[in-house]
């Protein structure tokens, strides 16, 4: 993953780092991945990993707002505000698929997603978005308030499965979500 919020400062921030990336690794490959199974990812002793976070649900709290953090900068490189609108969204898929099956996971994990605080927070950061969504649907008046939003997240969960369980290439997700995003999937013969 190439995206970075800011970089680790002092011993005690990259050992904070240093957990949260390997949690994330392991956590979207092994959603049951043990908190030794991290620790020795992160290269770091149980001691160590419980120091920082002493209950699995620290962590999974921690992780979830660091992929928010990186998601959020991820949008901003995109400059969804900038250029026509598909070219925008086209580039806020790609930097959103950089992120990778992590995403899936932060947004389907029952214990994260039972932490109203931490829910209602991942709710947010995406209002550019939005915004971009808004320009480019604002040519289909019947579609229900939030919709685009809706259909973009859950194709972008879509491609993340793609990726992971069909081995579909990058780019091959990418232009099915913009196909989806901007002609739609299914055509029926109008009769």
């Not at 008046?141 to 579909?168: C, H, N, S």
Request: proline share 6%.
């Amino acid at each position: 993953m190439n995206i970075q919020v800011a970089a680790p400062n002092g011993v005690r921030e990259r050992t904070r780092r240093a957990i949260l990336d390997a949690a994330m690794t392991m956590l979207a490959d092994h959603p049951a991945a043990s908190m030794a199974e991290i620790a020795a990812a992160a290269n770091v002793g149980r001691s160590t990993l419980h120091r920082y976070y002493p209950e699995r649900s620290d962590l999974l709290r921690a992780v979830a707002y660091h992929v928010h953090a990186l998601s959020s900068a991820a949008i901003e490189l995109a400059e969804p505000t900038n250029g026509p609108p598909e070219a925008a969204l086209r580039r806020v898929v790609e930097s959103q698929l950089d992120l990778g099956p992590i995403v899936l996971y932060i947004y389907s994990e029952p214990t994260i997603q039972a932490d109203r605080e931490l829910a209602a927070h991942l709710d947010t950061g995406d209002e550019a978005i939005s915004e971009v969504l808004e320009r480019a649907s604002a040519e289909c008046p019947g579609y229900p308030p939030g919709w685009a939003r809706r259909v973009f997240w859950a194709l972008l969960l879509a491609g993340y499965e793609a990726i992971k369980q069909d081995g579909t290439a990058r780019h091959q997700v990418v232009d099915a979500i913009m196909h989806s995003l901007t002609a739609g999937t299914v055509h029926l013969p109008r009769s």
